[in-house]
């Protein structure tokens, strides 16, 4: 199991500037990947470009940039120019997000998502990798073929229900995961991805797997303090469902938590549940935290 770290968005006129220290620090800490979600803030494939090309080789994902607010042939074409500027360290991390996004915030339908995720994806592999693309389906169409250096990135695709993980194994390069616990990821996540992938003639899939992780001797309090930071997830009803399928109250209960041996005893648990990648998202004791995860990422 490889080991990334879940970058933090600086704030301030040089926000680029911090997230480059941020990635310098992750790549000289031995961290094979470095992941940047993309909310509200900085436009994530802009910002780890930006900051990329000032920082020692490492991995920069995507996790993950929304789907409906881009058509799929220019999603490619920026993420394929950020791949040609990164030396082909770009992997992209795509999303439905959430219907109070996509249809509150941008105006758009969340009718039938698993339909949109097909179609963006029929059109977005095979121009990622410069492809010709004639397609035309219910909602979304392209006659289009790109000359963007970059070709050939990773896509993975934040899936969570079957359909979805079945969608991700046949076409895409794996996925990306929030709030889903070990049993989840074993009984569930990894089984349904693989099989999809194995029937489809492809690759074994990468399943990243970002958590949120401290080590603290207080481990009650500490996951408390998880609940109140992450609470939102445990309202949406995607990460809900996944939440409900660990037995989990709330996100503190998939949370990282404990002391150094318990932490690393998750950790396995999560490498046998079939994770290729676990990005940590340290959200308290950051000192004693990221000293176990260098520590676990250098092996």
């Given at each position: 199991m490889r080991y990334g770290y879940f970058l933090?968005?600086?704030?301030?006129a040089d926000a680029i500037g911090g997230l480059r220290d941020q990635i310098t620090q992750a790549a000289d800490e031995g961290f094979s990947s470095a992941w940047l979600s993309h909310i509200f803030g900085l436009d994530a494939i802009t910002a780890l470009t930006?900051?990329?090309?000032?920082?020692?080789?490492?991995?920069?994902?995507?996790?993950?940039?929304?789907?409906?607010?881009?058509?799929?042939?220019?999603?490619?074409?920026?993420?394929?120019?950020?791949?040609?500027?990164?030396?082909?360290?770009?992997?992209?991390?795509?999303?439905?997000?959430?219907?109070?996004?996509?249809?509150?915030?941008?105006?758009?339908?969340?009718?039938r998502p698993g339909r949109h995720m097909k179609e963006y994806l029929d059109i977005l592999i095979p121009a990622s990798r410069g492809e010709k693309v004639a397609y035309a389906g219910e909602t979304l169409k392209a006659g289009i073929?790109?000359?963007?250096?970059?070709?050939?990135?990773p896509v993975l695709v934040a899936?969570?229900?079957?359909?979805?993980?079945?969608?991700?194994?046949?076409?895409?390069?794996?996925t990306v995961l929030w709030m889903t616990g070990p049993k989840t990821i074993a009984g569930h996540i990894a089984p349904t991805i693989t099989a999809a992938a194995a029937e489809a003639g492809r690759p074994a899939p990468r399943i990243v797997c970002a958590?949120?992780?401290s080590v603290t001797d207080d481990p009650a309090g500490?996951?408390?303090?998880?609940?109140?930071?992450?609470?939102?997830?445990?309202?949406?009803?995607?990460?809900?469902?996944?939440?409900?399928?660990?037995?989990?109250?709330?996100?503190?209960?998939?949370?990282?938590v404990g002391d150094e041996d318990t932490v690393l005893a998750k950790l396995d648990e999560l490498r046998r549940a079939g994770v290729t990648d676990f990005v940590g998202s340290v959200f308290a004791n950051r000192d004693r935290t990221r000293s176990l995860l260098v520590g676990a990422a250098k092996g």
């Open positions: 933090s968005e600086p704030q301030g930006a900051a990329g090309v000032q920082a020692p080789p490492i991995e920069l994902g995507t996790a993950v940039v929304p789907t409906y607010p881009r058509h799929p042939a220019a999603l490619a074409q920026q993420a394929m120019t950020a791949n040609a500027a990164l030396g082909g360290r770009f992997a992209l991390g795509i999303g439905l997000s959430h219907k109070v996004v996509i249809e509150d915030m941008f105006g758009y339908s969340f009718e073929k790109l000359t963007t250096p970059g070709a050939g990135l899936a969570l229900g079957p359909r979805m993980l079945k969608l991700a194994g046949t076409v895409a390069d794996g958590l949120p992780i500490t996951v408390a303090r998880a609940n109140e930071i992450f609470s939102v997830y445990g309202r949406l009803p995607s990460y809900r469902a996944m939440l409900d399928r660990e037995g989990a109250d709330g996100p503190g209960d998939v949370a990282v």
